[in-house]
């Protein structure tokens, strides 16, 4: 069953923001080579288990919002599905080595992303 994979968050200053995310849920953050505005994050359920992976950058536009990201087995799949049941993709792109991503709005207008692991995507 497809599920929450990944959180995104956006800000407008990373140092800060890793301060406030690690003093308040004790998240740790790691800076991926190739990538110098990005931290990926991880997170830790109430039991000590791995919980939520995610990422935080730089925001790109004054509306940017966190994103919750569901893990699909077809980002084109489930791209079709979101139209089919009424919502709208506003973009699909690769993230190459990654995987593929498309940002969504639900019938409700909340934004949502698909996402699908794959380390040959280009």
């Known amino acids: 069953m497809p599920t929450i994979v990944h959180i995104d968050i956006p800000t407008d200053d990373l140092e800060r923001s890793k301060k406030f995310y690690s003093e308040?849920?004790?998240?740790k953050f790691e800076h991926p080579p190739g990538m110098p505005n990005y931290y990926l994050i991880e997170t830790k359920d109430l039991n000590g288990e791995e919980g939520v992976r995610g990422g935080m950058g730089l925001r790109g536009t004054p509306d940017q919002r966190m994103t919750s990201y569901i893990g699909v087995s077809s980002v084109e799949e489930y791209a079709r599905k979101v139209e089919m049941s009424?919502?709208?993709?506003?973009?699909?792109?690769?993230?190459?080595?990654?995987?593929?991503?498309?940002?969504?709005?639900d019938t409700e207008n909340n934004i949502f992303g698909l996402w699908e692991e794959n380390e040959n995507a280009k």
């Open 24 to 27: 308040l849920f004790g998240w």
């Open 86 to 105: 009424g919502g709208k993709v506003l973009n699909k792109m690769p993230v190459p080595g990654w995987g593929y991503l498309a940002i969504c709005l």
